[in-house]
Every structure is written in structure tokens, then in C-alpha cells.
């Protein structure tokens, strides 16, 4: 009798295994069928645009020995990130569209997150470098090739902008990584971003939470405001000249 007893309460006690979800089920941006023809032809002549567009940018950018400054390497890099940003998740719901197979993988949805927020982070990174670099041009004219050299440009443009960017793509994979789906696996978007994800997990959230909003203020913040003060103070120095 103990020994019933005893292995009822054992068993009794026992938490409910948590299926972990290998796959998640990309909803997109609509149910309806009928819609999805329409939507392919529109998303892709508007991502074949983008891709040819920028291309076309760097592609006269390297052949124009005249465009072969600081200002025009910013831009060329910031063509080939929106090249390769809009690679991240287009041609995935362009498939989706066209085979009506929503399914992504874990591991490609993590790949998906990670260059999502890498590219996306560098985009913002670049847009406030050609900002400062636009107020050395303005502000100091004659220091301009000393302050902005191909050294500095490099550093900025390419190893500072990248360094952050996968600070930041790294944390937040590595964060969704770790943590347990059992909640179902249907995420109501077109991509497998951040938010929907942690609504779908059963493990503790607090801490992703905290990460992702205090990445979120400072990555957000931080290029607004280097833009914003630049743009300002290149304006006030030629306000102040004109009136010279």
C-alpha cells in the first residue's frame, strides 16, 4: 500500500513535458487566397526595383573615378546593406506567396532575426556617419580631407557600423535561442521578428524583454540624435556665414 502510494505521488508530481517547436508558421499578411497572386507581382516588381536600384548606385559609384570620396563610399555602402536588408525577408514571403507554404524552420527563423536587426542596425549606423560626414563638409571645409580620411572612413563605414550592428543582432539571437516555444507556433507577420516570438514562448521573458527594449532606446535614439544635431549644426554654420 506505502509503495502505491508513494509512486502516486512521485508520478503525481510530475511537471507536463514541454513540446519544443522546430517550425514556426508564418501567417503573412493576409488569409486570403485570391489575394496572394496580386501580392506576389506587387512585392516583387517593388523588390526588383529596390535590388536594380541600388546595384545601379554602386555599380556607377566604382566606375566614376570622380565619385571616389568619402560621401559616395558611405552611399555605395549604404546601397549594398538596403540591397542585402531587403534580401532578409522579401524572397521569403515572396515564396510564401507563390507555394501557399508558410513554414520556416527554427534555425532559419533565428538566421532570419539576426540579419534583420545586423542590416537593419547598420542602415541607421551608416545614415548617421553620412550625416556626420556631410558636417565636417559644411562646418570645416578646408580640414575636411585630414578629419575624414579613407582611414577614418573605413573605420566608420565599415568595422565601427559593423561591430555594432552585430553586438546588437547577436544579443537578441542568442537571447531567443535560449528560450523554450510551446505557446503554439503561428506568428501573425510576414517574418520571424522579436516580439511575436516571445509572445509564443512559455519560458521566462523578463530578461529578453529588458534587452530588447533598452537595445531598442539606445540603437534608436543614438543615429537620430547624431542626425538631427548634425543636420542642425550644419544649417546654423551656414545660416551664420550667410549672414557674414
Given at each position: 500500500?506505502?509503495?502505491?502510494?508513494?509512486?502516486?505521488?512521485?508520478?503525481?508530481?510530475?511537471?507536463?513535458?514541454?513540446?519544443?517547436?522546430?517550425?514556426?508558421?508564418?501567417?503573412?499578411?493576409?488569409?486570403?487566397?485570391?489575394?496572394?497572386?496580386?501580392?506576389?507581382?506587387?512585392?516583387?516588381?517593388?523588390?526588383?526595383?529596390?535590388?536594380?536600384?541600388?546595384?545601379?548606385?554602386?555599380?556607377?559609384?566604382?566606375?566614376?573615378?570622380?565619385?571616389?570620396?568619402?560621401?559616395?563610399?558611405?552611399?555605395?555602402?549604404?546601397?549594398?546593406?538596403?540591397?542585402?536588408?531587403?534580401?532578409?525577408?522579401?524572397?521569403?514571403?515572396?515564396?510564401?506567396?507563390?507555394?501557399?507554404?508558410?513554414?520556416?524552420?527554427?534555425?532559419?527563423?533565428?538566421?532570419?532575426?539576426?540579419?534583420f536587426h545586423l542590416l537593419g542596425t547598420m542602415d541607421s549606423s551608416l545614415l548617421a556617419v553620412m550625416a556626420i560626414d556631410r558636417f565636417v563638409a559644411i562646418v570645416y571645409p578646408l580640414c575636411y580631407s585630414v578629419i575624414i580620411s579613407p582611414c577614418v572612413c573605413g573605420l566608420l563605414g565599415g568595422v565601427g557600423a559593423w561591430l555594432i550592428s552585430n553586438l546588437r543582432s547577436l544579443m537578441h539571437t542568442c537571447l531567443m535561442a535560449q528560450l523554450t516555444f510551446c505557446a503554439g507556433s503561428e506568428i501573425p507577420h510576414f517574418f520571424c521578428d522579436l516580439m511575436p516570438l516571445l509572445k509564443l514562448s512559455c519560458s521566462d521573458t523578463h530578461t529578453s524583454e529588458l534587452v530588447i527594449f533598452a537595445f531598442g532606446i539606445i540603437m534608436g535614439i543614438s543615429p537620430l540624435s547624431c542626425i538631427l544635431l548634425s543636420y542642425t549644426s550644419a544649417a546654423t554654420s551656414l545660416g551664420f556665414t550667410g549672414t557674414l
Open positions: 500500500m506505502y509503495i502505491f502510494l508513494r509512486t502516486q505521488a512521485v508520478h503525481g508530481t510530475k511537471k507536463p513535458k514541454k513540446n519544443r517547436v522546430s517550425e514556426f508558421l508564418l501567417l503573412g499578411l493576409t488569409e486570403k487566397p485570391e489575394l496572394h497572386t496580386l501580392l506576389f507581382g506587387l512585392f516583387l516588381s517593388v523588390y526588383l526595383v529596390t535590388i536594380f536600384g541600388n546595384l545601379l548606385i554602386v555599380l556607377a559609384i566604382i566606375t566614376d573615378s570622380r565619385l571616389h570620396t568619402p560621401m559616395y563610399f558611405f552611399l555605395s555602402k549604404l546601397s549594398l546593406v538596403d540591397t542585402f536588408f531587403s534580401s532578409t525577408t522579401v524572397p521569403k514571403m515572396l515564396v510564401n506567396l507563390w507555394t501557399q507554404n508558410q513554414v520556416i524552420s527554427f534555425v532559419g527563423c533565428l538566421a532570419q532575426i539576426y540579419t
